[in-house]
């Protein structure tokens, strides 16, 4: 994209995921101030990312870099043809500032700690050359930037209800003066049903987009980057301010009134499986393409007007709308602030000491156990999974089996569209491996095969017996979730939301304990082979 001036007082830089056009710099136009949004090879390769997840990020750059030129910004939009040859961000940015006689420097601050520290180091080498540089917050999430560390501390674990609780007072959303809407804050426990043959053939179909981008595969292959998944002619993510506003309408009108019922279901039987009531707006959350204060109002104005007299609209009751805001007023923002304030120790965290290797069939979707290759075999498809085929599936298989946190992270952050460090981290080596200790969670969400066929029909046409915990047949989740609990019984019987599970298992005759051990250590061995 050409821009039309041959020098700029600033440049001020767009990263991938700060497409938020609500932000103050874009409140007024400036003919001396020249924005960048560039692919950039570093970007493209720190991680062996998913095709379809690299294709929304270079194309929501692409249209937003469109629609701030036709706003009146000056913008330069530069495609991997023409920054390829810079092994960093710095010599591209060295270059532009040179072109263009730059004496202002400016960003935002970059929501993963690799990236600001790569920004803070050249702000002060920019600094040094007499150009001064300013770093602005994204204006994106609800708890400021400068804010975290009132929040949180380092190393400790603070619960993620209360935080909650505190966000929803402040901002009061869905309390009735002082007092959660309803009379309660949670309702998780209401959230939490399976899906029958009648609710299976009510699934609606997902809302997605078509959108080209053959040009962006092209220069992938040509600029040789490594990629995992398969490409889709239709991303399941929106990629620009319209896509994102019609998918938000669209889980608010079709979804949000069974949303919280079955936010935690999983089934094969349907070929709407893979996207059910869940809203999938995450990459538009992420890229900063919706603000979450957006979202969460949007929802609470459809949940007051579904229950507002004589409304015509589907009901949604409180535990559908609570969830929801939850996930993004609480969880969202909790996870942000966790990250923040315990990097970069917390990159390094391994409580577990797990130290094995990921399998193949993460790659491929080529397994004998059904519930892991349809988790795999969506995440590859689509580039997304929900919450608890993440955590309860594959999060859940890779820590029972002890896989190495490091490798977790780099398929967890490759694989899914919506993966950024700051939200893939906390979630991954806290949340689902139990990495860090228990900052995140007070216990480890270790399971065996029973809550997955209590959640799902996965179980139904598995080649391994769900109800058998021994033998080569038997659900290996079911004799690695107790070699797992008994491994680490020394720390975990400590914690009294797990104690009677170690009650449970000295009930058990010594022979079937042995057997049931032996079958989890064979399952180890034969990992590759599950």
């Given at each position: 994209m050409n821009v039309s001036q041959s020098s700029y007082k600033t440049l001020r830089l767009i990263l991938g995921d700060q497409l938020n056009a609500d932000h103050s710099w874009f409140k007024t136009k400036d003919d001396k101030?020249?924005?960048?949004?560039?692919?950039?090879?570093?970007?493209?390769?720190?991680?062996?990312?998913?095709?379809?997840?690299?294709?929304?990020?270079?194309?929501?750059?692409?249209?937003?870099?469109?629609?701030?030129?036709?706003?009146?910004?000056?913008?330069?939009?530069?495609?991997?043809?023409?920054?390829?040859?810079?092994?960093?961000?710095?010599?591209?940015?060295?270059?532009?500032?040179?072109?263009?006689?730059?004496?202002?420097?400016?960003?935002?601050?970059?929501d993963e700690y690799r990236l600001h520290k790569q920004l803070e180091a050249y702000t002060e080498a920019l600094n040094a050359l007499s150009i001064t540089s300013m770093a602005y917050d994204s204006e994106h999430f609800l708890l400021p930037f400068t804010d975290i560390k009132q929040h949180f501390k380092q190393g400790k674990h603070q619960k993620m209800e209360f935080f909650y609780r505190r966000m929803r007072k402040q901002f009061s959303i869905l309390m009735d003066s002082d007092q959660p809407l309803g009379g309660q804050w949670n309702y998780d426990k209401d959230n939490r049903k399976k899906l029958n043959k009648k609710d299976i053939?009510?699934?609606?179909?997902?809302?997605?987009?078509?959108?080209?981008?053959?040009?962006?595969?092209?220069?992938?292959?040509?600029?040789?980057?490594?990629?995992?998944?398969?490409?889709?002619e239709n991303l399941c993510s929106p990629t620009n301010r319209q896509e994102a506003l019609a998918l938000l309408k669209h889980f608010c009108e079709i979804c949000l009134p069974n949303f919280g019922t079955f936010q935690d279901a999983m089934t094969s039987e349907s070929k709407f499986a893979w996207s059910l009531y869940h809203s999938r707006i995450a990459f538009a959350l992420n890229s900063k393409i919706l603000s979450p204060l957006q979202v969460i109002n949007e929802a609470v104005h459809y949940y007051q007007k579904a229950n507002a007299a004589n409304s015509t609209s589907a009901m949604i009751d409180i535990a559908q709308i609570e969830g929801f805001v939850r996930q993004i007023l609480g969880w969202r923002e909790y996870i942000r602030g966790v990250y923040w304030v315990n990097m970069p120790e917390y990159k390094t965290y391994n409580n577990l000491d797990a130290q094995n290797n990921l399998p193949g069939y993460f790659w491929s979707g080529n397994t004998k156990m059904n519930c892991m290759k349809h988790a795999?075999?969506?995440?590859?498809?689509?580039?997304?999974?929900?919450?608890?085929?993440?955590?309860?599936?594959?999060?859940?298989?890779?820590?029972?089996?002890e896989i190495h946190p490091d490798q977790v992270d780099e398929w967890y952050l490759g694989v899914y569209i919506d993966a950024i460090e700051w939200v893939e981290l906390p979630n991954t080596r806290g949340m689902s491996q139990f990495a860090d200790g228990g900052i995140v969670a007070t216990k480890p969400?270790?399971?065996?095969?029973?809550?997955?066929?209590?959640?799902?029909?996965?179980?139904?046409?598995?080649?391994?017996?769900?109800?058998?915990?021994?033998?080569?047949?038997?659900?290996?989740?079911?004799?690695?979730?107790?070699?797992?609990?008994?491994?680490?019984?020394?720390?975990?019987?400590?914690?009294?939301?797990?104690?009677?599970?170690?009650?449970?298992?000295?009930?058990?005759?010594?022979?079937?304990?042995h057997l049931i051990l032996a079958t989890a250590n064979n399952h180890i061995v034969n990992i590759q082979n599950l």
């Open positions: 101030v020249l924005y960048i949004i560039a692919e950039l090879t570093q970007e493209a390769t720190y991680t062996k990312h998913h095709i379809q997840k690299i294709c929304a990020f270079f194309s929501a750059m692409s249209q937003f870099a469109a629609a701030l030129t036709k706003a009146g910004h000056q913008v330069l939009h530069l495609t991997l043809d023409e920054t390829s040859n810079y092994k960093n961000i710095e010599g591209l940015l060295d270059e532009v500032i040179n072109k263009y006689k730059v004496s202002n420097f400016e960003h935002q601050y970059p053939e009510q699934i609606p179909a997902p809302l997605v987009f078509s959108r080209d981008v053959t040009d962006i595969i092209a220069r992938l292959k040509t600029h040789k980057i490594k990629t995992i998944g398969k490409p889709q795999i075999d969506q995440s590859l498809d689509h580039a997304y999974a929900h919450h608890i085929q993440r955590l309860m599936i594959t999060g859940n298989f890779c820590m029972l089996t969400y270790a399971a065996g095969g029973n809550y997955i066929n209590k959640m799902s029909d996965y179980c139904k046409t598995c080649d391994y017996k769900i109800k058998e915990k021994t033998g080569e047949d038997a659900c290996p989740f079911n004799s690695l979730y107790w070699r797992f609990m008994i491994k680490h019984r020394e720390s975990l019987s400590k914690n009294p939301r797990i104690s009677m599970i170690y009650r449970n298992w000295d009930k058990q005759d010594d022979d079937k304990k």
